[in-house]
């Protein structure tokens, strides 16, 4: 394992405080009010944008407050809502299935990911992200923004999103993973794309050692 220098350390921090400054409002962008909702919409984004989502879920939701209506429902019925989201059957299974995963569990969402990693639908990200805005296990999730912009600021030279997220885990005190991990999403839909990063206006251009990114594909990169 690599060892973490200091400097190191105080880079990453500096980076999530420049980020943090900028955008203090960064907050999970996926509308929900109860446990259920929160795991039901992380799945349901799959492959999906946060606002296609936010507008099937209000309708969902209404008609779908317990596990107990995903468990005696079908996955037909479910489609109903969902039809205009990718996978959409996929996940209509699988949020039925989680119904009756949850129902064998009391009815509650658990908090650790370890417990929620083993519901239908939920992956590993899925429930690093489900834990982390519910205060269960401590978590930095990877999806394909927070993967990306830890390589391209030199944070991780990984790929596998576990190993990335122990990387940013030795970075980062844990108090700042919760708000961190939302700063690097916000960060990478709204500047760092993937494809002509807005360099030249990034708050964190001058810490960042844009690695990866070719003077022709950032926007007007000096």
Same mark, same amino acid.
């Given at each position: 394992m690599k060892r973490i220098t200091?400097?190191?350390?105080?880079?990453?921090?500096?980076?999530i405080?420049?980020?943090d400054a900028h955008m203090p409002?960064?907050?999970?962008?996926?509308?929900y009010e109860t446990d259920l909702e929160l795991v039901v919409a992380v799945i349901l984004s799959a492959q999906c944008t946060d606002k296609r989502v936010n507008m099937v879920t209000p309708a969902l939701f209404r008609d779908f407050k317990t596990a107990a209506d995903y468990a005696r429902s079908t996955p037909a019925e479910v489609e109903k809502?969902?039809?205009?989201?990718g996978l959409y059957r996929n996940k209509a299974k699988a949020l039925v299935a989680l119904g009756g995963a949850l129902q064998d569990m009391g009815g509650e969402v658990p908090r650790e990911r370890e417990k929620l990693a083993e519901l239908p639908g939920v992956g590993a990200k899925t429930a690093g992200v489900v834990a982390l805005h519910l205060g269960g296990t401590p978590s930095f999730p990877v999806d394909t923004h927070v993967g990306r912009? +830890?390589? &391209?600021?030199?944070?991780?030279?990984e790929t596998d999103p576990d190993k990335v997220e122990r990387d940013l885990q030795r970075l980062l005190p844990q108090a700042r993973w919760y708000k961190g991990h939302q700063l690097l999403v916000w960060h990478g839909r709204r500047t760092c794309f993937a494809r002509n990063p807005e360099c030249a206006t990034c708050v964190v251009r001058d810490l960042c050692p844009k690695?990866?990114?070719?003077?022709? +594909?950032? &926007?007007t990169l000096k």
């Open positions: 200091p400097d190191e350390q105080q880079r990453a921090l500096a980076i405080d420049a980020l409002e960064a907050e999970i962008e996926l509308d809502y969902i039809q205009s989201l912009l +830890a390589r &391209r600021m030199g944070f991780s030279k690695k990866g990114v070719k003077l022709g +594909a950032a &926007r």
